[in-house]
C-alpha cells in the first residue's frame, strides 16, 4: 500500500518560535490535506492542497503541495500554547482504491511557554 | 448545525463478544470510513462506503465489518472482539472523493 512517511515524529518549540514538518510518499497523490488532533478528538482539518506547487495559508499556518505531487510541507509561525497536538498529512489519488486519504504517522507538537 | 457523532465515546469488552460502534452523521454525505489509531501506526482504514449499500474494505478489514443501510449511519461490527483491536476508533465522512474528511471524536475501545 502507500506509504506516507512524515518527520519530525515529535517536536519541542518554545512559544513564538516558527514551525516546520514535511510529509513524504512513495506514491504521487493529487490532493494533500493537514489536520491537527487535539488530545480526546477527532482529527481536524487544517489546510487543503489541490494542485502541484499551490502554497496556501490558513492564518499561521501555510502549507505547500510539493512540485513532485510526492511531499507536502506544512509552516506554523509564531507559535503559541494551543498549538500543541498531534498533525497529520494525508494525501488522496485520484481513482479507484487510491482516491481515499492515506495518513502519515503524525508530528507531536509540545509547545514550551 | 450538521455533524458526525460516534457512540459510546469509551467501551470495554471481553474477547469474543461482539461488539458494535455506531456512527452517524448529519451532513448528509454520501462517503463514509471508518478508521483505527494506534501509537505508532498513525491512522489506518478498515472499511469505507461510498453510497447506500456500497461497503468496501480497507487495509486492516480483518475481524470487522459494515453494513449501510442509509446516507446517514455506517456501524462498525467487530464480529469476535480481540485484544489486537484495542484501540481508539474514528469515523469520518466526506461529500464528495477529492474532499477532505470530517471526522468524528473516537470511541476509546478496550478488550479485555
Known amino acids: 500500500g502507500q506509504q506516507l512517511n512524515q518527520s519530525p515524529q515529535s517536536m519541542f518549540i518554545q512559544e513564538g518560535e516558527d514551525v516546520s514538518m514535511n510529509c513524504t510518499s512513495s506514491s504521487i497523490f493529487n490532493t494533500w490535506l493537514w489536520y491537527k488532533q487535539d488530545p480526546g478528538e477527532g482529527p481536524v482539518l487544517l489546510i487543503a492542497?489541490?494542485?502541484?506547487?499551490e502554497l496556501t495559508s490558513n492564518g499561521r499556518l501555510t502549507a505547500q503541495f510539493g512540485i513532485t505531487r510526492k511531499d507536502s510541507f506544512l509552516n506554523i509561525s509564531a507559535s503559541i500554547p494551543s498549538d500543541v497536538g498531534i498533525y497529520f498529512c494525508?494525501?488522496?489519488?485520484?481513482?479507484?482504491?487510491?482516491?481515499?486519504?492515506?495518513f502519515g504517522t503524525g508530528t507531536r507538537l509540545q509547545v514550551t511557554l | 448545525d450538521a455533524e458526525i457523532t460516534q457512540s459510546p465515546r469509551h467501551k470495554i469488552t471481553e474477547t469474543g463478544r461482539q461488539v458494535t460502534l455506531a456512527c452517524h452523521q448529519t451532513w448528509n454525505h454520501n462517503n463514509m470510513f471508518w478508521y483505527r489509531q494506534d501509537l505508532g501506526h498513525g491512522l489506518r482504514l478498515i472499511h469505507y462506503s461510498y453510497g447506500v449499500h456500497d461497503t468496501n474494505k480497507g487495509e486492516v478489514s480483518d475481524g470487522y465489518s459494515v453494513s449501510r443501510s442509509n446516507t446517514e449511519d455506517l456501524p462498525l461490527t467487530l464480529e469476535s472482539a480481540a485484544s489486537s483491536q484495542t484501540s481508539v476508533y474514528f469515523c469520518?465522512?466526506?461529500?464528495?472523493?477529492?474532499?477532505?474528511?470530517?471526522f468524528g471524536s473516537g470511541t476509546r475501545l478496550t478488550v479485555v
Open positions: 469520518a465522512s466526506s461529500k464528495d472523493r477529492g474532499h477532505g474528511y470530517t
Open positions: 492542497l489541490y494542485k502541484a506547487g
Open positions: 494525508a494525501g488522496m489519488g485520484n481513482t479507484g482504491t487510491a482516491s481515499k486519504l492515506t
